[in-house]
């Protein structure tokens, strides 16, 4: 009873809508593995921790000064193999705190799928929420167990789900983990997104093994087999893997099929990917065309990492070429145009989502569909 009070004052509130991965350039295995950045390569908007810890604040206050705690009085409720109603499922993990709670979070979940296993769950998915939950919290380990957990197959049914337990794991630098969350994602038949793509072949760049390079090579050739769109980040990942496994004909194909290449990240790739196969005058004319100064002095210019400019210089050695790439370089440093910054943080980025869209402002109205007579818009 004391569940079904609490549920019901908070039901409306809890409804969901549905450093260098080059590193040791100037040894002849310079692509070898390093431990590189760890940031997360999902957007707010896919992850949506902060709308998600508002509408906890929110429900917590709702749930203050009610009898009793509802975290003891569910951890009750599964002892007493009581049945578990959707509304109380969903308040029980808009409360969670602590990785105690989680214990009592997974435990519902697990008798939640076990009594409603045959059942549609309707437009509300729980996966998400639960996913959520361990972002906030830290507990990649538990999500990673949970989602790979067979006696849970079809609770997990989404994309997103297994989008943001991978790039906790990612986070963290569980790329074996995140791996065999997406094995368990393709098992079980959950259709991969561009974000899965992403993800995907990051974890495959950071593990930089034979068996990963297998794996991204199988992901980009089903991808343009089938006809899917596979973003130019995802793309990037790739590129760079193919180049740390000294594969430039491959890495060239990759890079050519890049609808946009005119971001910072792409061009320290086409100038790797001409550096190491030989094409030193085709990279110098890059890094010359950098030092134009054709664009206003607002407008910010190319950057190449120095890692980029090194390789360039070691491919350049005992080459006629040296002395041209030691001039542009020089230039480049003056105008304060290479940086520390890494290929593999630039991979790495942490992306800034969508955009809001700019509301325009009415000027008709709405009831006589006459200009409105404002002195702003007069003016």
């Known amino acids: 009873m ?56 929110a429900v917590a ?24 109603l959707r509304d109380e499922l969903k308040l029980l993990l808009h409360l969670c705190q602590s990785a105690g709670d989680m214990v009592i979070a997974r435990d519902a979940i697990y008798r939640y799928h076990a009594e409603n296993r045959n059942l549609v769950y ?23 167990a949970t989602l790979t957990d067979n006696s849970m197959r079809g609770f997990f049914n989404d994309a997103t789900s297994f989008n943001i337990a991978i790039d906790m794991l990612f986070t963290k630098g569980s790329y074996e983990n995140a791996l065999e969350v997406l ?9 991969f997104n ?10 495959c760049y950071k593990l930089n093994t034979p068996e990963s390079y297998r794996i991204c090579t199988a992901l980009v050739e089903e991808g343009q087999t089938k006809g899917h769109f596979i973003p130019r980040h995802a793309y990037c990942f790739a590129v760079a893997l193919a180049l740390r496994q000294n594969d430039i004909e491959k890495a060239q194909s990759w890079y050519s099929q890049i609808m946009s290449t005119d971001s910072r990240l792409c061009q320290n790739l086409k100038v790797v990917i ?35 400019v090194d390789i360039l210089r070691l491919r350049s050695q005992g080459r006629p070429h040296i002395t041209k790439v030691e001039q542009i370089v020089t230039q480049l440093e003056q105008a304060d145009q290479v940086t520390q910054q890494t290929l593999d943080d630039m991979l790495c980025h942490t992306p800034t989502g969508k ?9 008709t109205s709405r009831r006589t569909l006459k200009p409105l007579q404002s002195t702003l818009l007069s003016e």
Not at 18 to 40: D, M, N, T, Y
């Open 355 to 363: 955009r809001k869209p700019i509301i325009e402002e009415r000027r």
């Open 194 to 203: 561009k974000d899965t793509l992403t993800l995907a072949f990051g974890t």
């Open 274 to 308: 001409l550096a190491m196969s030989g094409a030193v005058t085709d990279a110098i004319s890059i890094l010359s065309a950098a030092t134009l100064p054709k664009s206003p002095a607002f407008v910010k210019k190319p950057e190449f990492s120095q890692e980029v």
């Open 61 to 84: 206050h709702l749930v203050s000064g009610t009898e009793g705690n509802y975290i003891e009085l569910f951890s009750q409720k599964l002892q007493k193999k009581e049945l578990i």
């Open 2 to 57: 004391a569940l079904a009070r609490i549920g019901k004052c908070c039901r409306s509130i809890v409804r969901e809508s549905s450093k260098g991965a080059f590193c040791g350039v100037l040894q002849p295995s310079w692509i070898e593995g390093c431990l590189g950045a760890k940031r997360h390569l999902l957007s707010e908007d896919v992850i949506k921790l902060q709308n998600f810890q508002q509408r906890k604040l």
């Open 183 to 191: 094995r368990t994602m393709r098992n079980q038949g959950v259709p």
């Open 122 to 144: 309707g437009d509300f998915k729980f996966g998400p929420l639960f996913m959520r939950l361990c972002y906030e919290l830290g507990l990649e380990d538990l999500a990673a």
